[in-house]
């Protein structure tokens, strides 16, 4: 009788596993159709007029010290416990017109972990820094980090630190102000926030960047490395964006452009999205005369609105294969029809930027096209009353809940690129409602062909259905087509705010992160501040000697940070490797 019984039981799991597969297959199939043919109710948005492109040279230029050679700056507050919050969110904010029900690209099946841990973890930057050098905290920390041959730079909110690849600190930290010290536009001088770090493979340069908020001229600061080591001297250059305060920019790299995507905001009521390409050949090599492009697309336009949202972001490549001459330059938003922006459907909108660096330079900004996505709702159901809509441990006043900033129409960085020489695949993020009152990760796999054609290719969100909250994610490719997608975590139980990782591998089933999920570092404690902003953008990248290894920097919390007066969030920098990737 148990031999039976036992033969029965594995009947039924037979049949269940046959079951599971036949949904998995059914899936891939319906997300390939997804990609391939829209919703009927789709009707894209006819193509704006032509933006006019504005040419200028860089209104200053140095060369720094040598990075190495920088003190720490103690700068006294005189409120040692002031919070502060860098760049308070302003502009429209996107209002939920009524709960939508299901996630139209959510993974059915949770499957076995078989994701490789972690090869190495170890401390980034921390509040403790901020206060260390300005006392004062600062949120939110705005992770990011990039990695190059032998050393990752880390860049949160107002300090920056250089590392080996071993995790050793050879620079920092270093108040972002301290960078542009003697700089001729004083206001590069003063620590601002939103810092991006970027490298560049094709140049072997780093660029670290700042923007200014004193006004009533505003700067995009950018600091390119003079050589290979990024804790050495670098160019300086200061950008003019006139009385429009750029925020959140984002920074992308291209064969001959630095590309920054920023959120503008004029003097009264305007507001847009500033589209920027920097002359790169000429900053790599020092050139004064650096120039650059800028595109301004009018958010206050009602027909504009919902193709830019709250932000594009720019294409940044992985690996060595550089984008074919002459290539358009994408730059990618999305759009949710359950927002109040005038989106009347889901999409993925995506610009085209083209730039010839010439005696007499030419520029474009056009849409290319609306590829119609499966259905997501990105509105979380405590806005738009409430940003902080995620719940922590042993937490009870909404007002200590995480922000998940999902409202926010846009992507999450990076817009990672690959040439992959038959195609060019560009991947991306956003946090949604994944299942009623729980965050997920809606990601996507755009193709363009050799046409210049763009298709979705694949999209899924990332939730296993445990109730645990997953949102601001940051996802790349390794050059075998791996994916690895890298979040926050949390929920109102038992895990605290935490550092995962998730990945698929390029001949799975599409839409399925099939690995299961790996863990950088799990939080022991709570952020119990009155200020709920979380990073507004966290960092995965490539590690270029090999091509496979995935870098990911994110914030977590520990009780002793919790705990202390002084401390507060922490950044894990943490490296993995995908299966079948050598």
Not at 47 to 75: C, E, G, W
């Amino acid at each position: 009788m148990k031999t039976l019984r036992r033969i029965s039981r594995n009947r039924a799991f037979t049949h269940l596993r046959i079951l599971a597969a036949v949904l998995l297959v059914l899936t891939a199939a319906a997300l390939v159709l997804l990609a391939v043919s829209p919703p009927a109710a789709a009707q894209p948005t006819a193509h704006p007029q032509p933006l006019t492109p504005k040419f200028s040279k860089a209104v200053a230029f140095d060369v720094s010290p040598a990075l190495r050679s920088l003190a720490l700056a103690k700068k006294h507050v005189a409120d040692p416990s002031k919070l502060l919050e860098i760049r308070p969110e302003g502009g429209p904010r996107a209002r939920s017109k009524g709960y939508k029900s299901g996630d139209g690209a959510l993974q059915l099946l949770s499957p076995t972990p078989t994701i490789p841990a972690p090869l190495l973890t170890f401390e980034g930057l921390s509040n403790q820094d901020n206060f260390n050098i300005f006392g004062f905290r600062v949120n939110p920390p705005d992770p990011n980090g990039e990695v190059g041959p032998n050393h990752f730079v880390e860049m949160i909110n107002l300090v920056f630190a250089v590392y080996d690849k071993a995790g050793n600190l050879l620079v920092g930290p270093v108040d972002t102000g301290s960078l542009w010290a003697g700089f001729p536009i004083t206001d590069c001088t003063d620590p601002s926030g939103d810092p991006v770090v970027l490298y560049d493979q094709f140049m072997d340069r780093w660029l670290l960047s700042q923007f200014t908020t004193a006004g009533p001229e505003y700067f995009n600061c950018v600091a390119i490395s003079t050589t290979s080591d990024p804790t050495g001297s670098y160019y300086r250059y200061a950008f003019s964006t006139g009385p429009n305060f750029p925020d959140y920019p984002k920074y992308g790299n291209w064969t001959d452009s630095y590309v920054i995507t920023t959120r503008e905001f004029g003097p009264t009521i305007e507001y847009g999205i500033g589209v920027y390409a920097l002359e790169k050949n000429k900053m790599v090599n020092g050139d004064p005369n650096a120039r650059n492009v800028r595109f301004f697309i009018d958010g206050n336009d009602p027909d504009l609105l919902p193709l830019v949202g709250d932000g594009l972001l720019p294409a940044d490549p992985d690996g060595k294969q550089k984008p074919k001459t002459d290539t358009a330059i994408p730059i990618i938003g999305t759009q949710d029809d359950n927002a109040s922006y005038g989106a009347t459907f889901d999409a993925l909108n995506i610009w085209d930027l083209f730039i010839k660096w010439r005696s007499t330079p030419i520029a474009s900004l056009e849409l290319n096209t609306q590829l119609p996505t499966a259905p997501f709702d990105s509105i979380f159901p405590c806005a738009p009353t409430s940003r902080d809509c995620l719940p922590q441990p042993g937490i009870v006043n909404p007002a200590q809940y995480l922000d998940i900033l999902s409202y926010r129409q846009r992507p999450t960085f990076r817009l990672a690129y690959r040439n992959f020489k038959t195609y060019e695949s560009l991947v991306t993020n956003q946090s949604v409602e994944a299942t009623p009152g729980v965050a997920g990760a809606r990601w996507y796999e755009i193709r363009r062909d050799g046409n210049g054609v763009y298709s979705l290719y694949q999209q899924g969100t990332y939730d296993p259905g445990d109730g645990v909250h997953r949102w601001m994610g940051s996802v790349a490719m390794d050059k075998k087509g791996n994916m690895a997608l890298g979040y926050s975590v949390v929920n109102g139980t038992t895990v605290f705010p935490g550092i995962r990782y998730t990945g698929r591998l390029a001949g799975d089933p599409l839409g399925q992160m099939t690995l299961g999920e790996g863990t950088i570092i799990d939080g022991t404690g709570v952020q119990r501040t009155l200020n709920p902003r979380w990073g507004d953008y966290t960092d995965i990248t490539v590690d270029p000697t090999d091509d496979c290894t995935f870098w990911y920097v994110n914030e977590y919390y520990t009780l002793a940070g919790q705990q202390s007066s002084t401390a507060g969030w922490q950044t894990r920098i943490g490296t993995f490797k995908l299966p079948g990737c050598n």
